[in-house]
Structure formats: C-alpha cells, structure tokens
DNA sequence: AATGAATGAGCATTCATTCAT
DNA sequence: CATGAATGAATGCTCATTCAT
C-alpha cells in the first residue's frame, strides 16, 4: 500500500519534473518571455490539462523553477562559504572565486533571476508570492550568518545585506550588458564598447570593488 | 472624443507627448507590463487608429518614454558632474548626492529602466533598438569623460566604466528591493527586514562602497 | 453555443464539415470574397478559437472547400469519361453531355474555382498551394489519359492539355456572364442581350465548337 | 475666362491621370489586390482626401483603370478588323495574329481584367457597374458588327458573341495558367508541366481551334 | 480646391483556462 | 488521474472614409 503510493508520488514527481524542465528548455531557447501552456504540454508530452493539476496557473511553473534555480545558487554559494575564511583580503578572494563559480555552472540563474519580479507581480496568488520571498529571505539569513562568521567585525544582519547586495550586482550588471546576438552584432561601431564588455569579466571587478569598499577599514 | 486636429508642429508634439504622458500613467499604475493600444487609446481620449500617426508600434511608444527618462535622468547627471572636484573624496560625496537627488526627482526612472532590455527585444525594428543604445552610449562616453575631468587618475573610457557600474547597482538594487504595496503589507516578519530596506537609504552605502573600492588606491 | 465535444475522428471530421459548410453558405450568400472569422464562427456556431483547431488559417478553411468541389467534379468527369468512346464526334458528344450534367450538379463550382488564383496567392503557405496543384495536375494527367483511351490519335500529355482548355473555358465564360442579380436586373436594354445570355446554353456550344475544331481532321 | 476654365480643366484631367497612373503602378507591383487609398495618394503624390475629389470610392479609381485599359484593347481590336477580310480562313489567321498583337502590347490587361467582377460587386453604386457593362456592350456589339461583315454568314449578334467567346477564352486560359513566380519555382516536377504551359504559345491554339469549330462548314 | 489628421469598426490570430469525457 | 476540445476575451494593427482647416 504504502509501496504503491510511493510509486505513486514518484510518478507525480517525475510529472512535475517533466513540465519543469519542458518549461526550462522552452524559456532558455527563445525570448524572454513565458512559453505558452501549449508549449510546455507539447514539449513535456502532457495534455493541456495536466498541467494544471501540478500548477495553479502558468506563473506557478516558472516559480517553481525560479526556486529551483535559486536552491542551487544559493546551495552553491554556501558551499562557497562553507570554509572559514580568516582574513577580510582571503574571504574576499575565496568568495569571489567561489561564486563566480557557482554562478558561471548555472549560466540560466541570471536570465530566470532576470524575471522574478515581472513574474511575482503578474497572476500570481499573492501568499505564493509570499512564501517565494520567505524562502529566500530564510537562507540569506542562514547564509549570511556564515558570512558573519568569517568576518567577525559584521553586525547581526550584515552578512544577509551583503548577499543581497552582491545579487543586486549580479543581476544589474548583467541587465546592463545582456544583448541578443543579433543586436549585438550591428553594434559594430567603437563607441559601444562599454556596452560590449563581458559580463564574467566584469563582475568579478565590480563585486570586488563593492566587497573591498564595503570591508575596508 | 478629442477631435481636435494638430496642425501645427508644436500641436503634434503635445499630442505625442499626451500619448507618452497617458502611456505612462497606466505603466505606473498597473503591473511590469506595457499597457495595451486600446488602453492608451482610451486614456488618452484618442482613436486607436490615430495612436498609429504618432508611433509605429506600440512599442516605439515606450521607448519614447524611455528615451525621455534616460535623457532627463542623463542631464542630472552631467549637471551635477559639470562641478569639477579636486579630491576623490570630494568627488564621491558630490556625486553621491548629486545623483541621489537627481534619482529621487526622478521616480520613474527605476521602472521604466528595468523594462529596458525586454522592450528593446520585443516587436522592435533592430535598427531603433541600436539607435536607443547607440544615444545611450554616446552620452555614457560624453558624460564618462566629465568623471576623468575629475579623477585625472582614471584612464580613457574608464569614466563611461564607471557610470555604467552605477546604473547596473541601481537598477539591480531597485530590482531587489522593489516590491507591490499589496506584497510588501504581507511580509510582517521580522525575516523579511533584509527585503524590506528603504531603496533610497541603502543605494547611496552600496554606491559609496563600490566608489570607495574602485577609486582607492 | 455548440459545446459538443467532437472526440472521435468522425465527430471532429463533422465538426471540420460543419465549419467547411457554414463558410460555403457566407461565401455563396455575400460577395466574391473570403468570409470572415468571426462571421465563420458565428454561422458555424462555434467559437473563434474552435476554427483554429481545425484549420490553421482563413485561407486554409478555404482551400479545403476548393479541394472538396474540385474533387467532386474531377470524380464526375472521370465518371464521364470511364465509357470508352469509339468516335471522336461520340466523344465530343458523351462529353459535353456528361460535362454539363456534372457541372449543373456542381453549381458551386464555378464561384469558388474563379476565386483559386487569388485564394493561393493569399496569406497561404506555398508549400500548402503546391501541394493542391500537385493534386489537380495529377488527377488532370490521370484523367487526360482516360481521353486519350478514347481519342488514340492524341499525343501522350494531350488529354491532359485538351481538359485544361476546357477548364479554362468553363471559368473564362462563367466570369464573362456572371452577374449578380441586382445588376442584372438592372441591365433591361437590348444592347445588354449578349452580356445576358445563359451560361448553361452557352457554354456547350463554345466547348462543342473547341472539341472539334480541336479533333477534326 | 474660358481659358482659365480650360487650363484648370487639363490641371484636373491631370491629377485624375496621375491618380490612375500611381494607381496601376502599384497594382502591377504587387499580389492581385486593389492598393490601399494611403498607397495611392503617397505614390501620386496628392493627399488621402484629394483622392475623394476625384473618385468617390477606392473602386471607382479600379473601375476608371478598368475602362481605360479595356478601350485600348477594344480599339486595338478595332483595327485589326478594320482590314476586310473575304476568306473565313483568312480572317482566322489575320484576327489571331492581330489579336495576340494587341494584347501581348497591352499585357496588363489580364490581370486587370481579371479582377473585373470582384470589383464590380464591391463597394461600387450599382449604376456605376451598369455604365460599365453598358460601355462593353456597345463597343461589343459595335465591333461584332465589323466581324460580321468578314464572315457575312453570320447573323446579326454572332460577331459579338464571338467576342465574347474570345474574350472568355483568353481571361479563362489565364487564370488557369498564371502563377506567382514564388510558387512556380517550386513547381519543379514533370507533373506540373500542363500548368506551366506559355500563355501566349496556347492561347492562339486554343483560340484558333475554337474559331475553327466557330466558323466551319 | 486641397489637405491630411482623425476616426473606429474591422481584421486574423493567440492563449490561459475550463470541464466533459 | 489524465485528457484535449472548446472557449472567447483580448491583442496589435489596418484602412476607407470624413471633415475641419
């Protein structure tokens, strides 16, 4: 009994997981919009209406997904800090190492990260909205702590404030240089170059910046 | 309806700008989406098919708007760059204020920039979406070589540089921290304090940190 | 509205129909153009919607109309010529006589075979145009060769060719005395007579004289 | 003063021609529909409204274009039978070769003609058709008169309508074997070859069978 | 007479969601 | 549980025609 509703639940998580990644694979390749419900039934190879018995609405899907993305970033960025870092100058180092990482082994955590707020506002039951921004806010406390931990001389709350800016960066930089290729390529001219930098070279440079003003002295 | 027939050029200008001006109005009011035809139509008393005079798209009409912005929000800027600075010191502190003020006169700045990259990749002819960056890079250099007026110590282009990591902090941080009223009355827990931080508070510290990181020895 | 739901193939085979039949019934009621959606929709009693889900486009709801009427006339035609002629003025004779009858029993035909160049040239993928001439050239040559069984001394590709021509003619003089019956009420002068005369008494007489001025010696 | 009316009437003649000839232009150019009154106005250089002064529907500017041509092609025709001819057998072949003339000098006749009737059951006052129609009528019976004195066996109304036949058959082979170039290039198979067949290589076969039939014994 | 700004009904098509099967 | 047929409001946009200037 319990073996069948084990069997069971697998087969709903593997459901679930189908329509996840059917959306993944859909949003990854085209613009940056949702795919339509039609898409994803297509592509996960599920009816229309079986999708709505594992989501509410469309916007459920990509929540799920953003939150997917999220764990994983936020997984790898504790196991970043998981190593005790003794001086300001290694932890600075180690981090920014670390999360590029990270962050480069989940190149569509930006692009999803990219849409959290449009998607947050839009036909979205405001409670999940909620529960989203709980989750998030609980591991960047939890995260931050450790961040406390390295860097004794941060206040209670500091090490969160500082994840959080560090993804204000993260994302606002990649905003200000993300371009579709075909844009990109008629932007030929010398004056563009500022616009052109690479966005896995740059960050590191802004986000060391950031960190050392911010622990300096 | 307002039948009233622009003649004059200055006639058709203030009819383009009370487009813009009821564009802008159902932006700010509603969700993170551009309002429909029909919606401006009705809001700005005009026909829809008279919307087509003026603009070509619907999305020429936002990229107006943001054209607007961004040149208001660029003439504050170099307003307040046009005071030369002898110290870095001194150039943070002014330029921190001066662009604080500028931001806050500008309120709507923040959303409309966020919408940026996904207007330019929407139903736009290519060639205005590389006029748009191509105006915004310009004046980034232009504006960029007032900041190497100040900080002598910075090399060519390094000025457009650094502008452009301040707008990427600013619209990252806003990202971050924006949040519907409707929400925001939801997150009465004290987890929720580090997603709750006043923007305007928290922007000047995180640009303040990465000026101070950049321009240090 | 109609919510049936047409789940085995013959009941979506009788909704396809259903909606086929309510655009032949606009088409032959109003003028020479393709009916609209909407107008489709309402005399099918079906939503917009429901119209896409069983044809991808206007011009394609059309296109099946035009197949249908072609095939039931090219069926009728090869009916005619299936009793081997041994002369070629009984040829001429059985075929006119078959001919006519089948297209007596076609009346549609003629309004909606004068509407296929402008219908292919349309909002249709060309894909889709060729592979309806393809059918029409097909059954043309397959039922052009029963002609040349009856005529031996035609060349290979010649039955094919002499049904073309006859074709041609068919619609040539139906546009030619096609009128509505407003105009044609209108039209009371004795110089009108030659506009005015009868398609069906005409038209055996123009091809009769073709046949043999094309088979005689 | 009558001068002054005179020049003001060629000032109006003009703009009408200029009308009709920005018209046509644009018909030619493109697929088989009328162009959109904002496309005629921009290519004759006049305003929208100016269009109205003249014609008092898009479709009375086709019909004038209509007219126009069909007069060039009735006088060409005109002269060709204005050479008596005293056998049957010449007046085949000296009518063939003159009429194929004509019209391969006046090859937008077809597609114009073409359209005739969608146009005259469209947005056009009935009367207006009728003038039309009548116009047709007379030059028909007209000119059926001068074939009727080659070929004194036929009587009276048999020239017009022999005509007609042959007006018939070249509007009916036409459509029959016009294509768009798009799709004729896909229409690469041996199959297709009865479709592709020169117009003005079949239609004096088929014109001359038909006369033959027309006139023999 | 000429203009061209303004209109608004009309168009084909999409798509999230429902619910009978 | 799962399906997918059906819905119909909503979308961006066109265009013949009008009429104030």
Redesign the interface.
């Known amino acids: 009994m319990a073996r069948v509703r084990a069997v069971a639940d697998d087969e709903k998580l593997s459901k679930r997981h189908s329509i996840l990644d059917a959306t993944f694979r859909l949003f990854m390749d085209n613009?940056?919009?949702l795919p339509s419900m039609s898409a994803i039934a297509k592509a996960s190879g599920l009816a229309k209406g079986t999708l709505y018995l594992y989501f509410r609405a469309k916007e459920e899907i990509f929540l799920a997904l953003l939150e997917e993305s999220f764990g994983r970033m936020l997984d790898g960025v504790q196991g970043v800090l998981a190593v005790r870092q003794e001086s300001t100058a290694g932890f600075i180092g180690a981090f920014l190492g670390g999360y590029l990482g990270v962050l480069r082994g989940e190149p569509s955590f930006l692009r999803l990260a990219?849409m959290?707020?449009?998607v947050?506002?839009?036909n979205l039951d405001?409670?999940i909205?909620?529960k989203f921004?709980?989750q998030?806010?609980?591991r960047?406390?939890d995260i931050?702590s450790m961040v406390e931990t390295s860097l004794p001389h941060l206040g209670k709350?500091e090490g969160?404030?500082l994840l959080?800016?560090v993804?204000?960066?993260?994302?606002?930089?990649w905003?200000?240089l993300?371009?579709?290729k075909?844009?990109r390529s008629?932007?030929d001219?010398e004056?563009?170059?500022?616009?052109l930098?690479d966005y896995f070279e740059e960050l590191p440079i802004?986000l060391?910046?950031?960190?050392?003003?911010?622990l300096?002295g």
């Open positions: 613009t940056n919009e990219s959290t707020n449009s947050l506002e839009q405001p409670e909205a909620v921004k709980k998030l806010a609980v960047l406390q931050g709350g969160a404030k959080l800016h993804y204000a960066i993260t994302i606002g930089l905003q200000v993300d371009c579709s075909k844009i008629m932007l001219d004056i563009f170059s500022v616009l930098a802004v060391g910046q950031t960190l050392k003003g911010k300096a």
